[in-house]
């Protein structure tokens, strides 16, 4: 199932949200952006995101790759579906960074378990698994 | 090991400084991203030699930001890792370098991944932050 962020299928231990597809331009997708979920963290974080989303300098570190504005659209949407989502991607990230190269990744975190899901600069969307310090399983995403 | 004889070796319990931007050290941890390579680390993720001090290894980074610094030895290493000396300011581990983190080999990869995961793990010490003081650096 190709969804309006171009992922599909997942590896972890719940089955996937359902995912309308959408052809929200920019505008269209603040709106959709700004309706306020649940929980604060999931809000604070897409506020924080909508600000990069402005401002995408904000996200320079030590060089000079910067992430582009439709990959934090692209990121945005993610986050904001994962915050209607109950059971395991119902917890909201524990970091959200760029990744160095242009890309953003999104830190999850519950007792022994880790996942990273990185958003390339390429265009790719990998997860990967921990539990323990070790990868148990990672996906190209798309 | 030293792959110069003008370079001195690395001793075994040489303390080796990772540069941290600040975003990838979060209240009580540090992100994977912090030891996985970026662009600049094309010939292996760049450690910053003991001489050099935490607070010079911060220094080589951009100026007008801030960095943390990780503190590593080569005990901290796992299997399939190694070190090279190329000055005696700087190391580099060759295994974890940008092109394996841009590879279309799922193993290689996840492999990386785990390394830098190890790493992550046996950084028990991170210093900072200190403000970078480099020119910005063209990529």
Not at chain 1, 65 to 77: D, K, N, P
Not at chain 1, 95 to 124: C, M
Not at chain 2, 70 to 84: K, V
């Amino acid at each position: 199932m190709t969804t309006a962020y171009g992922y599909y299928g997942w590896t972890v231990m719940q089955s996937p949200p359902e995912v309308v597809e959408t052809s929200a331009v920019a505008d269209e997708f603040l709106v959709t952006a700004s309706r306020p979920p649940k929980d604060n963290a999931w809000r604070q974080w897409i506020d924080k995101m909508l600000e990069w989303w402005k401002t995408p300098s904000l996200l320079e570190s030590d060089d000079e790759t910067q992430v582009s504005r439709s990959l934090i659209e692209r990121a945005i949407r993610i986050v904001s579906d994962f915050s209607k989502n109950q059971g395991t991607w119902s917890l909201p990230p524990s970091a959200i960074v760029p990744d160095g190269n242009g890309g953003l990744s999104l830190h999850f975190q519950r007792s022994k378990y880790r996942w990273s899901i990185e958003l390339l600069q390429t265009g790719h969307i990998d997860m990967y698994q921990f539990a323990d310090g070790i990868l148990v399983s990672s996906d190209r995403l798309c | 090991m030293a792959e110069n004889s003008d370079v001195n070796p690395i001793a075994e319990n040489e303390v080796l400084y990772r540069r941290i931007p600040e975003v990838w050290c979060g209240t009580n941890q540090l992100v994977l991203e912090a030891f996985l390579p970026t662009k600049s680390d094309t010939d292996g993720l760049s450690l910053a030699r003991e001489c050099v001090g935490a607070v010079g290894a911060a220094a080589t980074g951009r100026q007008g930001k801030q960095f943390y610094v990780g503190e590593l030895r080569p005990t901290d290493l796992p299997q399939g890792l190694s070190i090279i000396a190329d000055a005696n300011e700087h190391a580099f581990i060759p295994e974890m370098n940008h092109a394996a983190r841009q590879s279309d080999v799922k193993e290689t990869r996840e492999q990386l991944r785990q390394w830098a995961e190890i790493l992550r793990q046996r950084c028990k010490n991170v210093l900072g932050p200190f403000p970078g003081k480099a020119a910005i650096m063209k990529t």
